[in-house]
């Protein structure tokens, strides 16, 4: 079960980011498949999260989308990092690494 984040836009360097950068992006699918995963996100949902992040490098994968579902990932697995859980962060890692390998 995941740890509730209760502050997650409130302190950068404990908590993920409120919102990834924005970017101008050619696919509209793209742009709201990353807008629901950021919403997710605010909403400490990090496993729906990247299950989207997954979604965007799968169907995308030479996007600028992907880029971004990327670097959320990556948040996702220091945030995981920064909290103890060594496990779950290495887990992703290998997930990010597994679906890029396919793309």
Request: proline share 5%; glycine share 2%; hydrophobic share 40%.
């Amino acid at each position: 079960m995941d740890t509730p984040l209760p502050d997650l836009e409130v302190s950068v360097d404990n908590k993920m980011p409120k919102n990834t950068p924005v970017t101008t992006f050619k696919s509209s699918t793209c742009q709201f498949m990353l807008r629901m995963a950021q919403s997710h996100l605010a909403k400490n949902e990090l496993r729906l999260a990247t299950d989207v992040f997954i979604r965007v490098i799968e169907e995308y994968p030479s996007s600028e989308e992907r880029k971004v579902a990327q670097d959320g990932m990556l948040s996702i697995a220091q945030h995981y990092e920064k909290e103890g859980q060594f496990r779950v962060a290495l887990d992703l890692l290998e997930k990010i690494d597994k679906v890029v390998a396919k793309a």
